[in-house]
Structure formats: structure tokens, C-alpha cells
């Protein structure tokens, strides 16, 4: 095992283990946007910056291994302003949209830029604007408020097994796109809608039909798979809202099948979902 310090607390870790995981097991957040601990890292965010010693600059605490002796700050002055300055660059071009967007209230972006972000930016040029997708009738999109973060792309990539979705272009110029013009058509890409980390991709049925800090969250098993996959189904006074994959790492970790997401397939309300299949927090029962 590896001693490894951060914010002057000593660790043990595993040989191999990154920065974030050792942090996030001690309890210690660092924030993020593309790291996800089901998908492979990028890197590509650098929202994760922390400061370690001896190193001549900060690093990004998802990509980078530990070390034994390693000391690493996440607090420190020169992290703080590791991170102010990336969310600075990240709101360049992301559209001041929080009263409209489906995201508001559970958005990392919108929680990160007030936990870590400034108040002010040197920015003043136009930002730039991208056209929307078209991906068929579950994901809706809004791609200028794309950070590039990726994990869209992975999960098809690792997760789903279909590339639907990739980056085109570089710069200025990149944008998600499905290449072809295609819908997404995997059974698991409205899982994309809960991994993306901005209101760039929301939930087709669920667009403008309520805020989230007014739902209330009910846990469920899903009634149109053979998995079981575990559920969080939201409602508003008895009408269901959306449904929302729940992490179980026995059964479906922590993604869920497209067809809950969809209106066609989704009971519209709680007394509507056969018995069996909802019931408040308890284990699977045979
Ligand atoms: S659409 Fe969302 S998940 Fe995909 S790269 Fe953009 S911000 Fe990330
Ligand atoms: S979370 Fe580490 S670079 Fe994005």
C-alpha cells in the first residue's frame, strides 16, 4: 500500500489508484465534470486540478496516479485558483440559460460555478453558438451548452457497445455530433441524458413539464425489463414525471434501459405501476 497526504490527512492507497478515488473514498471532494468511475478517464475538463508537491504545476487529480509520499492540496490557494480559472473557461460559451434549462437544480455545472467558481469574467467577446440534434424521440439537445466533457462519447463507446455519438472538429469548432445525422437508437442511450453534466442533453418527455426541486422521488424496479433494473420514478401529486436509472451495482449499476424514459412506455401515474414492481427502499425480494 501507498501513504499518500491530502489536505495534511494521511492515506493508504492502492498501487495504480488515481488522486480522485483516494480523495473520494477518504470523503473528500474534488470537483468534476468528465471523470465518471464507470467510464475510462479523458481528462479533458481539467476542472479536477489540485496541487502536489513537487510537481510545477496543478494536476488533474482524475488522471493522475499516486504516488508513495505523494502530497497532494485540494484547498490550497493554488488549487483554487486552478479551478476558478477552468470554470471561467468553461462558462466562455456556456449559455447564462439556468431559468429555462431542465437541468437547473441538479446541475453540476450550475453547483460547481457557485462552489468554486468566481464572480466575475474577463471575458467579453461573442460566445459562440452550435446547431442542435436531432437524436430521435427520447433526447432532446441543446449543444450550446456543451463543455465537451465527453462522457457522452465514452458511454457509447464503453458502456452501450454503439458509437453513436463522437467529437468532431477541434477547438473553437468541436462539437458532439452522431456523425451521420442519425437518432441514437441503443436501448441504453437515454442513460446519456443522466451522465451529461450540463442541460446540453435533457429528457424529450420530461422537457418543461416541471422543475426538479418540485418532484418527489419514489424508488421502483423496472416494470418492462427482464433485469429488474433498479429505478427512481418522480412524480408530482401522483403523476409520473420522469424515471430515472438508481444505482445497484448487483443488478444494473448504475444505468437503466431507454424505455422508462419514454412517455409510450412509461405508466403516467404511481398507481399505474403494477404492485410488484414499486415499493419504497428495500431489497429485491424473490
Ligand atoms: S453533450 Fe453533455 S455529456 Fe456530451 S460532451 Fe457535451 S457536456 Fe459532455
Ligand atoms: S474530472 Fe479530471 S479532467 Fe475532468
Given at each position: 500500500m501507498l501513504k499518500v497526504e491530502i489536505n495534511g490527512q494521511q492515506f493508504e492507497a492502492e498501487p495504480g489508484s488515481t488522486i480522485i478515488e483516494v480523495a473520494d473514498s477518504a470523503g473528500i471532494y474534488i470537483p468534476r465534470f468528465c471523470y465518471h468511475e464507470k467510464l475510462s478517464v479523458a481528462a479533458n475538463c481539467r476542472m479536477c486540478l489540485v496541487e502536489v508537491e513537487k510537481a510545477p504545476k496543478p494536476l488533474p487529480a482524475c488522471a493522475t496516479p499516486v504516488t508513495d509520499g505523494m502530497v497532494v492540496q485540494t484547498l490550497s490557494d493554488i488549487a483554487k485558483q486552478a479551478q476558478e480559472d477552468i470554470m471561467e473557461f468553461l462558462l466562455i460559451n456556456h449559455p447564462l440559460d439556468c431559468p429555462i434549462c431542465d437541468q437547473g437544480g441538479e446541475c453540476p455545472l450550475q453547483d460547481q460555478a457557485m462552489g468554486f467558481g468566481g464572480s466575475s469574467s474577463v471575458f467579453e467577446e461573442v460566445k459562440r453558438s452550435v446547431d442542435n440534434l436531432d437524436l430521435g424521440p427520447l433526447i432532446t439537445t441543446e449543444m450550446t451548452r456543451c463543455i465537451h466533457c465527453t462522457r457522452c462519447v465514452r458511454f457509447g463507446e464503453?458502456?452501450?457497445?454503439?458509437?453513436e455519438l463522437g467529437a468532431i472538429r477541434r477547438g473553437e469548432d468541436m462539437k458532439i455530433s452522431t456523425f451521420l445525422g442519425t437518432s441514437m437508437d441503443s436501448e441504453v442511450s437515454g442513460n446519456v441524458i443522466d451522465l451529461c453534466p450540463v442541460g446540453a442533453l435533457t429528457s424529450k418527455p420530461y422537457r418543461f413539464t416541471a422543475r426538479t426541486w418540485e418532484l418527489n422521488g419514489h424508488t421502483g424496479i423496472s416494470p418492462h425489463d427482464c433485469l429488474g433494473s433498479n429505478l427512481e420514478i418522480q412524480e408530482i401529486r401522483g403523476v409520473v414525471k420522469r424515471v430515472l436509472p438508481r444505482d445497484n451495482e448487483a443488478v444494473n449499476e448504475c444505468c437503466a434501459p431507454a424505455g422508462p424514459h419514454y412517455g409510450s412506455l412509461r405508466p403516467t401515474s404511481l398507481a399505474q405501476y403494477p404492485a410488484e414492481h414499486f415499493r419504497e427502499v428495500g431489497p429485491l425480494q424473490e
Open positions: 464503453e458502456v452501450a457497445g454503439v458509437m
